[in-house]
């Protein structure tokens, strides 16, 4: 089975933290989408597409979603330059 850019992006880049009752708001999702997509060199879907496709993959309700990896790094250095 073929995976989307979209479960690839959420498998490396996301995780669930159950015990979390915070999550990823929409800018910071996106914006963690927009950093993996230049990490990986891929060009980014519109805006569009991401959000009908997070709707099918991260219910709005559902608590802990949070941020790992290289995009989680890129994505924080580059909004808040000050902690370079």
């Known amino acids: ?6 479960d690839i992006f959420l498998n490396e880049a996301t995780y669930f ?9 929409a800018d910071r999702l996106y914006g963690l989408y927009t950093s ?6 891929q060009a980014p879907r519109p805006e ?6 997070m709707k099918t ?6 608590r802990g979603l949070r941020m790992k990896g290289p995009a989680a790094a ?11």
């Open 57 to 62: 993959k991260v219910s709005p309700g559902h």
């Open 17 to 25: 933290d159950q015990a979390s009752e915070t999550t990823l708001d």
């Open 74 to 84: 890129d994505y924080i250095l580059s909004s808040y330059p000050g902690l370079v």
């Open 48 to 53: 569009s597409k991401f959000w009908a496709a």
């Open 36 to 41: 993996w997509c230049f990490i990986n060199q």
């Open 1 to 6: 089975m073929a995976h989307s850019q979209f």
